[in-house]
């Protein structure tokens, strides 16, 4: 094992340690790594030059080589903590494209329509499985990925519980059911339409195989288009949106007058349920509703002692 090897062993154990997730940053760092024992000696481990080389390698969006560049960069700067020789790199050298999608902002009226609409765009057991399969991300706030990755075993409909495995950040989580959404789900998986399984998971297709992210994502289209949603500014419907819905009505039900909990501690049980790594993902839902910022801003008006 060379230095740089080593080095990465190290970085990424302590990394793992405080509770991150490496798996796309940990492949990136090994392919740099490979790259640079094709290239001259330095007298560093790497420069910041042949970073920004790498980084900027063809057949990448100018986004995707930011993203790059931020990985070599995280690793810089624990190497150059410890005062080991290393080009730490700047991002401000590459710009950085692109921008987060604006959400769609889903009314109750809106969800009950995409759902309604499955049988007249789908066959019998295809309208269950993306009516159902609507109706869990529309309640809890999963990712789609998580929510097809779903296996029967993962499902307590009598507690209301489901476990999520195989998270984003490598972290499993329970998110909680209501009795209503539990017996739909019951429903779903106890329908004489259901082809026999080939494997454990929770949503099949027609074949009885764990449905792939296309295939959902071709339907939700067709779901979309048949219930003619009505535009918003810059936002497009998209399935992702579901969860953003969930999180934004979440922390606006905080800001009513006989809410259980503040909205700060909201945001903190809403990154937890969520699966984010921390709080200020979470934020972003606040910051991309105007909603939300509306009622952030009655915070800031003054009460009848002068004070907010």
């Known amino acids: 094992m060379n230095e740089y090897n080593r080095l990465l062993e190290a970085y990424l154990a302590f990394r793992h340690a405080n509770g991150y997730g490496l798996a796309r940053a940990e492949k990136l760092l090994h392919q740099f790594g490979s790259w640079l024992d094709g ?90 499985t993306m009516r159902t399969l609507t109706g869990v991300l529309a309640v809890t706030g999963l990712r789609i990925g998580e929510a097809i990755g779903l296996d029967t075993g993962d499902l307590d409909l009598s507690d209301g519980q489901v476990q999520v495995r195989d998270t984003k950040s490598g972290r499993d989580r329970l998110v909680f059911l209501k009795p209503t ?36 994502s071709e339907g939700f289209i067709r779901m979309r288009r048949a219930c003619h949603l009505q535009p918003q500014p810059g936002a497009t419907p998209r399935l992702h949106d579901l969860r953003h819905r969930f999180a934004t009505n979440t922390i606006a ?56």
């Open 39 to 128: 290239q001259p000696a330095t007298g560093q481990l790497f420069t910041q030059a042949q970073a920004l080389t790498w980084a900027s390698l063809p057949g990448g969006s100018p986004l995707w080589q930011h993203h790059r560049l931020g990985v070599v960069r995280g690793f810089a700067l624990w190497l150059d903590s410890r005062d080991l020789p290393v080009g730490v790199p700047s991002l401000k050298v590459l710009p950085r494209a692109g921008r987060r999608a604006i959400p769609y902002q889903y009314t109750d009226t809106d969800i009950t329509a995409l759902m309604a609409v499955c049988d007249q765009v789908f066959s019998p057991f295809r309208a269950a």
């Open 181 to 216: 959404s539990c017996q739909a789900v019951a429903s779903y998986l106890d329908s004489p339409l259901r082809p026999a399984v080939q494997d454990p998971a929770v949503f099949v297709s027609l074949a009885g195989t764990r449905l792939l992210y296309c295939n959902v």
């Open 253 to 308: 039900a905080a800001y009513a007058p006989d809410a259980l909990t503040s909205p700060e501690r909201t945001l903190t049980l809403l990154s937890t349920w969520l699966g984010h790594t921390d709080p200020a993902h979470t934020y972003w839902y606040l910051e991309a509703s105007p909603r939300l910022l509306a009622l952030a801003a009655t915070r800031l008006e003054p009460g009848d002692g002068g004070r907010p």
